[in-house]
């Protein structure tokens, strides 16, 4: 018996975020530890100000996150996130976050990602730390 | 002219909001600087692990943000914002925020929120500063 | 056996840190997941602008962690630390810091500490996140 | 009269900054938003665990922001800061810290900086944003 790739482990899971698919996530590049995702910011995703809500770029960096820590076929949980945000997202922006593993031991990673918007423009820096179980996503 | 109460202010910008109206925020409490809130996590929030996606509980945590620091009138925005997830979610649950003030200056507002569900178990801890423009959000 | 008091963990504990002893840190109060300290910050403890260095409020916030934490008999590191600088700190100052615990699981543990000088002003709000291993620091 | 450099007003900040100095920190490369830094841990620099009190490395990355983000002669203070604690360090150890910018604006600045030990290995990883005053460090 084989181990599952990464791919596989991170299809397997994203099949059933339900979230993730609200937010339109689609995965551009995976590799362990790392990926790069996108989404397109929706009206109905604006906050009070006709801005997107913080919680737009926070989660679809956590869903990052997630797609950089669980394609070792180690089911790993949030710990403890932090988000910078750096200039505001409108309806209709195109989203990219990019996640890079800082640290990984056995029982915790640690990742940065970056999300940008068309043209390059930096609007959050997230950190975010995972707790690594025992479980696995996909049985070898 | 006087000044218009925080109540009007945030009912103005949630009337808008309507990121906050998909999750399904309601204010309980709300005076300046502070706010209690809850929501109840539906079957969409969830992430591919069947707990909800760690994007919920923050940008529950935002939108207290939002409710506790612009009662002042004076638009204020997210700079910095980080949380610990220290209990997992799952649909049907009800979530409860409390929001506290811990620093307030011209420009710079603290605050420090606790996120629990029924039975008042803790499931993350918010810290959120703010940047306080010069724009009102209701005419005095 | 029984099992040794947090406050002979503790002073066993600060009985070998020497960087808390340059830092002057008293303890004032203590119990399992909170307590209490003090210190008088110094004029070599300024940076390049007059007002102390963001690494002595810091250390000393992370010192209160310690002594919040470790009492359980169970050492415990800091993973992750955010910290927020809400008013400039002198030398001369007194500054205290009170920590609370916000959640312990058997690995993990969540604490808030809010770091005040004379006068009661707030100039630091820290938020903690330790590794329980499974290590003593002193014998049963 | 013509602006100062950035290493001009970097020197300046740094001759007065006593507690970088008692850290023994070393600018190694700097420019505009962004440097290179260096120190050599020691013994009374350990915590009660005989490994270096988190104060150490996150006073250091500390610093690591001052240089990198007081160059453009705007005296900038840190509002927040988070730090992720990925290996322990010991006396003896040698650290270097990198400090990138990550986005800045008349007001508010982000940076990344990674702690590393010799060997390359990685003990940390900080973010901090700074508020820009409209104060200078050395006149033009």
Not at 67 to 81: C, D, F, I, R
Request: hydrophobic share 40%.
């Amino acid at each position: 018996m084989k181990e599952p790739s990464a791919k596989a482990v991170i299809n397997h899971m994203l099949k059933n975020d339900r979230f993730s698919a609200w937010l339109g996530i689609e995965v551009i590049e995976m590799s362990l530890g790392s990926c790069k995702i996108s989404m397109t910011v929706r009206d109905e995703m604006m906050n009070g100000f006709n801005i997107a809500h913080g919680g737009i770029a926070f989660s679809f960096a956590d869903s990052a996150l997630a797609v950089a820590s669980n394609g070792y076929n180690k089911l790993s949980v949030a710990l403890e996130t932090s988000m910078s945000f750096t200039s505001p997202v409108k309806s209709g922006d195109t989203l990219t976050a990019d996640a890079t593993e800082i640290s990984l031991t056995n029982k915790i990673g640690v990742y940065h990602i970056l999300i940008t918007k068309q043209g390059g423009v930096t609007v959050g820096s997230f950190k975010g730390t995972v707790y690594r179980t025992s479980k696995t996503l996909l049985k070898p």
